[in-house]
């Protein structure tokens, strides 16, 4: 893998351990602070405690305005208890992922694809499938638990992850720092390539293959009748000639929209995709996708 740099100019704790826990989202603070303060890093690090979902959002605000008034990006981590559809709150309340990732993709557009979220809260790896491949990505990577996990891995996971990231200023060496000090299995490493991957892979099996494919038809077929009123003969020959062709081109589109490159064009370099190769691999068999 190719060394991936760290693009932020700080951090941002988000802090929903409640009283009774161990202090993760402190303990991790006063470890970025001592690294920084070391370092001598002028990185800015901010620990925000949020009882309700306007609080949280309170947070997500002053991340945007930073980027607009100074083009400040922010790395955001969150420490609480999760689950694969949401975030608990210190009020007791949820938010879902799919709500989060709203708020970050607005990040991350400001930011022109360089937003890291990494979190402790257990199953928050599943956040990932709040992305779309119609819309911007809501993030360029992130780092999350997978399963449910117990407090002390992750606080040895993370304050060796943000040493190594502040000293080397790399996310590889620090994912590998992470992974020698807790048990890197448990958690997923994602960035936004592998996200579109994943989304383009599961369009093209569930709308452009055999049962997903008559699905998909039989749906566009009543939609054209209905609306046109054209013979649902003519309608159908008419379809499934369209839908026989290759999707390469919808997917190169869809790659420009999700990786940014149709709002910042040296995004293309960043992210390059053979949506031909793609699509064959996919088609025959060779790739799949997790």
């Known amino acids: 893998m190719e060394t ?3 693009q932020a100019h700080g951090f941002v704790m988000i802090d929903l351990v409640p009283d009774k826990d161990m202090q993760t989202a402190r303990h991790i603070e006063e470890s970025l602070l001592d690294e920084i303060n070391a370092k001598h890093s002028g990185l800015f690090c901010e620990k925000y405690r949020c009882e309700t979902e306007n609080d949280l959002i309170d947070v997500f605000n002053k991340i945007k305005k930073r980027l607009k008034d100074k083009g400040e990006i922010s790395y955001i981590h969150i420490e609480g208890h999760g689950s694969k559809e949401s975030l608990k709150l210190l009020d007791s309340s949820v938010i879902t992922w799919d709500k989060i990732f709203e708020h970050f993709r607005e990040i991350n557009i400001l930011c022109k694809n360089n937003l890291f979220f990494s979190s402790g809260a257990c199953q928050s790896a599943y956040a990932f499938k709040a992305a779309t ?3 911007p990505s809501p993030v360029f ?11 002390g891995s992750v606080l040895d996971g993370y304050i060796a992850f943000y040493k190594s990231l502040i000293c080397n200023e790399s996310l590889n060496d620090a994912f590998n720092a992470f992974a020698d000090a807790t048990d890197g299995k448990q958690y997923a490493l994602i960035f936004s390539q592998l996200l579109f991957k994943k989304a383009a892979y599961k369009y093209i099996k569930e709308h452009c293959m055999r049962k997903g494919r008559k699905e998909r038809l039989d749906s566009v077929l009543t939609q054209a009748v209905n609306s046109t009123g054209i013979q649902v003969r003519k309608a159908r020959k008419l379809l499934k000639k369209e ?7 919808k997917l190169k589109k869809f790659h420009d ?10 995004n293309g370099i960043r992210f ?6 793609f699509e064959r691999k996919i088609k025959s068999g060779e790739l799949k996708i997790v």
């Open 272 to 277: 390059e995709f053979d949506a031909v190769n």
């Open 141 to 151: 990577g992130m780092l999350a638990p997978e399963k449910i996990i117990e407090t």
């Open 243 to 249: 839908l026989g062709k290759p999707q390469a081109i």
């Open 133 to 135: 491949i119609t819309k």
């Open 4 to 6: 991936i740099e760290f």
């Open 257 to 266: 929209t999700f990786m940014m490159i149709d709002k910042y064009s040296e």
